[in-house]
């Protein structure tokens, strides 16, 4: 055997001619533009096409030198690509949105990416929603390059024992036949004793960079090759290294590039370590001690979190952090223990490095990902800002969407385009006849692809043949596909087996369901549910007509979210932080059924039943046990009562008016709501833009600005505990309405601390019987300047409502340049 292996890459050789092939190959806008698609079908042949994974980059070198000669003389292909290449240079060259004018560049971070599933670098909703964050920036033109890994592995690819039992496998990921490119570059990351590094690639996302970070190369030993060889895999350790490389490489990654983002915007925690980074590196550039360069960088990132339970934040042990970080501590002018308290919160986790804290208090911009999430997510950062009302927790909410174009059938968005994009205006007959269609391409597929897994793991040959009389295509189908984790309850419908029984065996309203998804390796209570639903579907008296598909995909979740009429999602609530699935039926024409929980609970609070259904009432329950049995059977009494009967409900042309209505308002109301244009449009404007422009604020004037703020800041932290409310003046205890009732609160700021350091608040609203405020808000005081060494400040309680309202005074640091109580979380309660 050889000792030594040199390594070179051959590429397809095109006619000149067909030379915009590859550009078209190896940029991703294919994975959303169906003329695109359509073109390389052409090229490479169905089969070869499907052999292919529907990747045009593993295409180009497959087709023969032969077919490339052949067709550059082809004026049917010739034309059909010069269109392609005519709207793709249109689309890739359009003018600057005048919207973005003064953004700069963003950066966005994330840990994965679902773009196509010819790309696996991704597990599931978390990287779909971040590649339709990148489609859709390209979309409205928005300048933002992204940051990633390249993983070698991926996530695993499922299969089925005989017992129903996931099983994992990891096929490795071919780098030269992805639709990525080398760029050339690469970085180095400190790691304990050696130096880690990693290649970048590039994947074109239209108008988009996204960069790939590849720790595989010979430069790494084998252990640090591995890094990023498994999404999520390995153990704490390996974690901790991804996210280090994933933070700080892809900081050095930019920097590597020559890009200098003017905003970066964290998808998760798993890349907050970036924050100490972009710290270093300003440090390095300007001298600035850390406070100064946190608080400048600070100003410009954005942090959303997608998880609805603190377990789900990255929480890393002392002992962990000192052997990673025990050597870059000094490098940002500070000791290990001041680079910990930037992790740490006593009330989450004691002495444990939390990577959500690290991003809260290095982002003066934080988002959960649905108005519900939002609330949640106040609730479990609230330990950050614990003498803070819930409601004043710095967290806002940006809801989801999907990128449409990426999940809309061909002849659905056809249909949309020849009635000017109003699906009021379509057509019954027409919306009907391509559900239908829709359906039955369903179900011939599901029938082909059982049949191929069968045949591939050596099923019997009745059990290969019971594969092509699954599913009906005349049958209402319901399609439940999502991550198996326990929470979100995926064998609900079978708490009653005889009553499912009966759904599916109805006379005259038969149901078909249709599972799938994949369980985290780790998660055995995910990989039960799995096991139960197969095992059901295995019945002789539901065979064939409850169904598992087994390794979920983004291919199979287009044929779902296309195919199916009616998306089931019963998760238990609060714990569905957003979901987008349910969204991508929407504008296929299916309709929801959905405990009122993450997207949904606003979706109908907004538009109620004439766009779906809700499980319940968005009631809390304390008892789990109970609450999956009233669950249970309100989908029961939807799917009998109201769901099969609309859908049956035909007119003498066969069309179920009733159900096509309800359709049209879905896809009216629902559609451009819950899209990814108007998500990150909503980014831009909520945080990107405003972030941007602090961050330009706080540098100009070599950093005035912030040496004042952190000057600011410190004095007032050393100052606080002088401060104190002495004396609270208040009115008679029963007031009229309009009765004009002053408050005077007499405060003492200390020696050092002044009025204009602070503000005084009457904080006011209506209370319970239990004297708790039902709602509040601050009011503020004026100040009447001093007597004796005490500040007086006055102010008028509300009387404009009746009933029983309560007050309190409170003191808060103010300042007119910061962002309060983000980057001071100090308060003093009478």
Not at 495 to 501: A, C, L, S, Y
Not at 502 to 531: C, S, T, Y
């Amino acid at each position: 055997m050889p000792r030594t292996l040199h390594t070179y890459t051959v590429t397809p050789r095109l006619p000149e001619r067909l030379a915009p092939l590859r550009e078209l190959a190896y940029n991703l806008r294919w994975a959303w533009h169906p003329d695109t698609r359509a073109l390389f079908v052409t090229l490479a042949g169905e089969p070869l096409w499907k052999e292919c994974e529907h990747n045009p980059a593993k295409v180009l070198g497959r087709v023969s030198q032969a077919t490339y000669d052949a067709l550059s003389q082809s004026p049917e292909f010739l034309a059909q690509l010069d269109a392609v290449w005519a709207d793709f240079s249109a689309y890739k060259n359009a003018p600057a949105d005048p919207r973005w004018e003064g953004l700069g560049t963003v950066a966005y971070f994330s840990a994965e990416f679902g773009l196509t599933e010819s790309l696996p670098i991704y597990s599931g909703g978390l990287g779909v929603l971040a590649g339709d964050h990148l489609k859709a920036a390209s979309d409205i033109n928005l300048p933002l390059v992204a940051i990633g890994f390249l993983y070698q592995n991926g996530y695993f690819r499922q299969s089925l024992n005989a017992d129903g039992w996931q099983v994992e496998h990891y096929p490795a990921n071919d780098f030269y036949t992805l639709p990525i490119e080398p760029t050339g570059k690469k970085i180095a990351v400190q790691f304990p004793g050696r130096l880690v590094h990693a290649a970048i690639w590039k994947a074109q996302v239209g108008r988009i960079p996204l960069y790939l970070l590849d720790t595989n190369i010979p430069e790494n030993a084998d252990a640090d090759r591995h890094i990023a060889g498994n999404l999520y895999g390995g153990d704490q350790e390996t974690r901790i290294q991804q996210e280090l490389v994933l933070g700080i490489g892809g900081v050095q990654a930019l920097t590597e590039l020559g890009i200098t983002p003017t905003v970066c915007h964290m998808n998760e925690g798993h890349s907050a370590f970036l924050a100490l980074e972009r710290a270093r590196q300003l440090q390095l550039k300007t001298g600035l001690p850390f406070a100064e360069a946190t608080n400048a960088t600070a100003a410009a990132h954005l942090f959303t979190t997608h998880t609805p339970v603190p377990a789900g934040f990255d929480i890393f042990p002392g002992e962990l952090m000192w052997k990673y970080f025990g050597e870059f501590a000094p490098k940002l002018g500070i000791s290990f223990d001041e680079l910990l308290d930037r992790g740490r919160a006593p009330l989450m986790e004691p002495g444990k490095f939390n990577m959500a804290v690290l991003a809260f208090r290095h982002a003066r911009y934080i988002n959960g990902v649905s108005k519900l999430h939002g609330h949640v997510s106040r609730e479990m950062a609230h330990p950050v800002w614990s003498e803070f009302p819930l409601d004043e927790v710095p967290i806002g909410s940006v809801t989801n969407g999907i990128h449409t174009p990426s999940f809309l059938s061909r002849q659905m968005g056809e249909l949309l385009e020849a009635h000017d994009n109003d699906p009021l205006q379509l057509p019954d007959e027409a919306l009907w006849n391509i559900k239908n269609e829709r359906r039955a391409t369903l179900v011939k597929w599901a029938r082909t692809y059982q049949r191929k897994r069968a045949e591939r793991r050596g099923a019997s040959d009745s059990e290969v043949d019971e594969a092509d009389n699954i599913l009906n295509p005349d049958v209402l189908t319901i399609g439940f596909a999502r991550r198996f984790a326990t929470y979100k309850r995926g064998d609900l419908l079978l708490r009653e087996i005889d009553r499912v029984r009966h759904l599916v065996n109805h006379a005259d309203r038969p149901i078909q369901f249709v599972f799938a998804g994949k369980a985290h390796p780790r998660d055995d209570g995910g990989k039960e549910l799995i096991r139960r639903i197969v095992q059901f579907s295995r019945d002789p008296s539901v065979k064939g007509k409850v169904v598992f598909l087994e390794d979920y995909d983004m291919a199979m979740a287009r044929r779902l979210v296309q195919g199916v009429d009616v998306w089931l999602n019963n998760p238990r609530r609060p714990y569905e932080a957003s979901g987008t699935s349910g969204m991508k039926v929407v504008m296929n024409g299916g309709l929801n059924c959905s405990i009122l929980d993450g997207w949904w609970a606003e979706a109908y609070a907004d538009n109620g039943s004439s766009v779906g259904w809700a499980i319940g009432q968005g009631e809390d329950y304390d008892d789990p046990g109970y609450q999956d049995h009233v669950e249970a059977q309100s989908i029961y009494h939807l799917l009998e009562n109201e769901i099969a009967p609309l859908f049956y409900a035909r007119d003498e042309h066969g069309v179920p008016r009733g159900w096509v209505a309800k359709m049209k308002q879905s896809m009216h109301l629902l559609g451009p709501v819950y899209d990814t244009r108007r998500m990150v449009t909503e980014y831009a404007q909520t945080y990107y833009l405003p972030a941007a422009q602090r961050a330009a604020h706080l540098a100009a004037s070599d950093y005035a600005l912030t040496r004042e703020l952190v000057a600011w800041k410190l004095k007032v932290r050393e100052q606080w505990s002088q401060v104190r409310i002495e004396a609270v003046t208040s009115p008679s205890d029963h007031l009229e309405a309009g009765q004009q009732a002053q408050v005077r609160a007499v405060v003492w700021l200390g020696d050092v601390l002044t009025s204009g350091d602070v503000q005084v608040q009457l904080y006011t609203g209506p209370v319970d019987t239990d004297r708790n405020f039902v709602h509040a808000a601050g009011v503020p005081l004026t100040c009447e300047g001093r007597d004796g060494g005490a500040w007086v400040y006055t102010g008028t309680l509300p009387t404009n409502h009746s009933g029983q309202q309560g007050f309190s005074v409170r003191v808060l640091p103010h300042h007119p340049e910061a962002i309060l109580p983000q980057e001071l979380p100090l308060i003093v309660w009478e």
